[in-house]
Structure formats: C-alpha cells, structure tokens
T-cell receptor
C-alpha cells in the first residue's frame, strides 16, 4: 500500500522569499513521485517527477524537489516565490511505470499564499 | 495541442437525478481515469480503464459507473445522485509505459 502525507495544509510566504512544501511518502515499491500544481479553477499540471534517476529533480517555473530515501521525503522548493505561484500543490506517489493499475496516490494538498 | 477535455464544466442537479460526466482526449493514450477531489483529501480514484474492453474499480467506486465508448472517450455516471457526491471531478489519461497522468480541467458537480 502507498500513502502520501503533506505536512502543511497551508503555507504563506512573501514574494521573493523561498518556498518549502514538505512531503513524506510510504511505498512498497521503488516509488515514482510527482508534484502537481492546481491553480484556481484549473486542472492539475505536472511540475516535476522522480523516477529513480537523479535524486534532485528540476521542474518547471523554477521548482525543484529532492528525493531522500532514508527520510522517505520528497520536499518541493523554490528559491524565490512569485505571485503566480499562489496555488494548491499535490505530492503524489505512483505504481512503477507499466505496473498494473498505474495508480496515483495523492497527498491532501498544500495551499500556497504569496503576499506582496 | 493534444488535450483532455471534460463536459460539462459545471453542473447543479438534485438528489436522485441521473448524471453523466464526459471526458474526451486527443492524446492517443490508452489509459483513462476518473477522480474526485474533496477539500483536504487530495484526489481519489473512482474508476480506471486500460483500454476499451477493460474497466476497473478504484478506491471509491460505490455509487458510480463508467463507460469506455472508444479509446478517446470515457464517461462517468451517477445513477442516483446524492449530496455527498458534490465534488470536483477530474478525468486523466496516461500511456501504458509511463506513469505520469495528464488531467482535464475538471467538472464541478453540486447535488442539492
């Protein structure tokens, strides 16, 4: 069984300051991990993914995440927040590619507020 | 651009009514999924389909049914809607060999 815990339901940052969104996972497999972003009234967009290559993964819009197996974590960071980063972010764990189901397990989400 | 579309985008209905939500994709992906999103719970899988002849229940399939009419079309039905089915519903697609999924814009359903 897989599970994902996002440690903060809400994060508030000032524009230009760093953003840290925390995620811990549990998986029986060697996991694939994703971060998705959902802007208001929009669908989910893939930010980045980890699939057992480099442990530091770079995504779109300046985001990156580091896979730490010993800590079962996959935290998302950005050095400098922009107003357009205000959204909800989901950490997701997946069955391995091609596995039966290809199912995603979502964390509860972290809503990011960016203050001017 | 290859895309995932959902219709309708918003729907308000009454308890007991039958509702169908539709999903179409032009990505050429074989796998399609239906999720619902509730505040604080992330997205939860309702049904998924590997191809036209393959339908599987997800973690919360009770009260829902699906139909895969073609590779590109996957519809979700609520046979008799109830208020706790009020939620945001997403359709998604993926390739067989890849586990990342591509999401539609969502359908906001309200059951009164």
């Amino acid at each position: 069984a897989q599970s994902v815990t996002q440690l903060d339901s809400h994060v508030s940052v000032s524009e230009g300051t760093p953003v840290l969104l925390r995620c811990n996972y549990s998986s029986s497999y060697s996991p694939s991990l994703f971060w998705y972003v959902q802007h208001p009234n929009k669908g989910l967009q893939l930010l980045l993914k980890y699939t057992s290559a480099a442990t530091l993964v770079k995504g779109i819009n300046g985001f990156e995440a580091e896979f730490k197996k010993s800590e079962t974590s996959f935290h998302l960071t950005k050095p400098s927040a922009h107003m357009s980063d205000a959204a909800e972010y989901f950490c997701v764990v997946s069955d391995p590619p091609g596995a039966a189901g290809n199912k995603l397990t979502f964390g509860g989400g972290t809503r990011v507020l960016v203050k001017p | 651009d290859a895309d995932v579309t959902q219709t309708p985008r918003n729907r308000i209905t009454k308890t007991g009514k039958r509702i169908m939500l539709e999903c179409s994709q032009t990505k050429g992906h074989d796998r399609m999924y239906w999720y619902r999103q509730d505040p604080g719970l992330g997205l939860r899988l309702i049904y998924y389909s590997f191809d036209v002849k393959d339908i599987n229940k997800g973690e919360i399939s009770d009260g829902y049914s699906v139909s895969r009419q073609a590779q590109a079309k996957f519809s979700l039905s609520l046979e008799s809607a109830i208020p706790n089915q009020t939620a945001l519903y997403f359709c998604a697609t993926s390739r067989v060999s890849r586990n990342e999924q591509f999401f539609g814009p969502g359908t906001r359903l309200t059951v009164l």
